[in-house]
């Protein structure tokens, strides 16, 4: 089978020995799943994390059904076509769409202040990749519970 490859945001959740971890990971078992946004020692708000995963196709259809997470694009494993899906992952996304976004991140603990300063108010011509290099860049920002700021943020 071919694997997809796909950037998710979701939320990440703590383990009962009290480690941090990608909540992805627990409800997906067998993708290879990646940081991309050097997350540590998260804050409890907002419960965000943004990675790159690669798993098999029916296992990325299944992830794109949850409302749990968020698919901001994706290819094949080869880095081939985008996914076949009924909409592209990572066109513009139309106002529902994008409406769809506002409110995943609502959910996830970040305030309706916080969401139009990162991605505005529409899609604007961006793209959902854009978009998510958008939020990537905004979460790099955040403090951790230690009260460290990724200094690598742009």
């Excluded at 997809?4 to 067998?30: C, F, H, M, N, T």
Aim: aromatic share 6%; with cysteine; hydrophobic share 40%.
């Amino acid at each position: 089978m071919v694997k997809w490859r796909s950037e998710i945001i979701g939320p990440w959740i703590v383990d009962p020995d009290g480690q941090q971890s990608k909540k992805l990971s627990r409800d997906y078992a067998g993708c290879f799943i990646s940081d991309v946004t050097g997350q540590t020692n998260l804050l409890p708000e907002p419960n965000l994390v943004a990675v790159v995963v690669t798993c098999e196709a029916d296992v990325m259809e299944a992830i794109m059904a949850d409302n749990e997470y968020l698919v901001v694009g994706g290819r094949d494993a080869r880095g081939g076509d985008l996914m076949p899906t009924k909409k592209d992952k990572g066109g513009v996304p139309d106002a529902n769409e994008f409406g769809m976004i506002r409110s995943f991140l609502a959910r996830n603990g970040v305030s309706q202040a916080q969401i139009t300063a990162v991605i505005g108010t529409g899609a604007q011509g961006r793209s959902k990749a854009d978009i998510a290099a958008l939020l990537r860049a905004w979460m790099r920002t955040l403090p951790r519970a230690g009260g460290i700021v990724d200094d690598q943020a742009p």
